[in-house]
């Protein structure tokens, strides 16, 4: 018997959030990244395809492709399984915070791309792990 997880990773569904929670039930399932992931977007809306852009241009300076990304909204954190994560983007202040990896924090990318200061932040924050 499939769980609701696996019926949304049939799906082709990588990330999701539910809209009441309270309606789900006590059970508590943990979500598992890829192996692959190394940086995970903590963000709680879809990005729009512009946005999508300048994620990908930053992921390409710090050498990762999108296959190496995922993004999760904030909620979902307190849910995160073992991970094999070596970047942690959060946008907006996080109320979780993932151990072990290293750190960005920005305003939202639809804010980012007309404000070169916001970018210069998160390069140099980028810069900090080199």
């Known amino acids: 018997m499939l769980t609701d997880i696996q019926r949304l990773q049939a799906m082709g569904l990588e990330v999701w959030q539910l809209r009441h929670p309270e309606l789900y039930g006590k059970e508590h399932e943990v979500i598992q990244l890829p192996d692959s992931c190394q940086l995970l977007l903590v963000c709680d809306f879809p990005l729009n395809e512009q946005d999508a852009w300048l994620f990908g241009n930053i992921l390409k300076s710090i050498q990762l492709t999108s296959d190496q990304a995922r993004q999760l909204p904030h909620a979902a954190l307190s849910s995160l399984g073992e991970h094999h994560l070596t970047w942690c983007w959060y946008i907006d202040a996080p109320d979780v915070i993932v151990d072990g990896v290293q750190s ?26 080199e």
Do not use: E, F, G
């Not at 924090?105 to 924050?125: F, G, T, V, Y």
């Open 104 to 129: 960005l924090h920005s305003i939202p990318l639809a804010q980012m791309h007309d404000n070169p200061a916001a970018k210069r932040d998160l390069w140099h924050q980028i810069c900090q792990y």
